[in-house]
């Protein structure tokens, strides 16, 4: 069955990027602050957190928009999350020592109700649904 969508802003779509952006600047706003106040205290989470929001920033804007590029984009945006969000949930899970504070996705984004685990596989299965119509463009 070929899907008739035309957008990855359409319907669904429409959805995740309600809750991308809500992500995005959730993560961007709480890494700023980490950052600029406690840096010294866990670099690397912040970063990461950092990392997170960008991710997230990318993958908002690539959804938003249209065509093959921004679908590609949209594409590379989210598998690289799901592949952060399950390295850093492990890392973090297996050695708590890595992060003395928590990022976007320490323990698999339990601080966030597991919302950025769920997340990029909701994207990713939501891009696999519309990429017929992308091709094409």
Do not use: C, H
Request: charge should be positive; proline fraction near 3%; hydrophobic fraction near 55%.
């Amino acid at each position: 069955m070929t899907s008739k969508i035309s957008s990855t802003a359409s319907g669904v779509g429409r959805v995740l990027i309600a809750i991308y952006a809500v992500m995005a600047l959730g993560a961007t706003a709480r890494s700023v602050f980490q950052i600029a106040t406690k840096f010294s205290e866990a670099p690397l989470a912040y970063v990461l957190s950092a990392l997170a929001g960008l991710v997230y920033i990318v993958a908002t804007v690539a959804l938003v928009r249209s065509g093959r590029r921004w679908f590609r984009v949209a594409l590379v945006a989210i598998a690289f999350e799901l592949v952060g969000v399950v390295t850093i949930g492990t890392l973090s899970v297996v050695d708590a020592v890595l992060f003395p504070a928590d990022t976007v996705w320490s323990s698999f984004g339990a601080g966030y109700l597991f919302v950025p685990l769920a997340l990029p596989i909701l994207g990713l299965l939501w891009l696999y649904r519309v990429r017929s119509s992308q091709e094409n463009r």
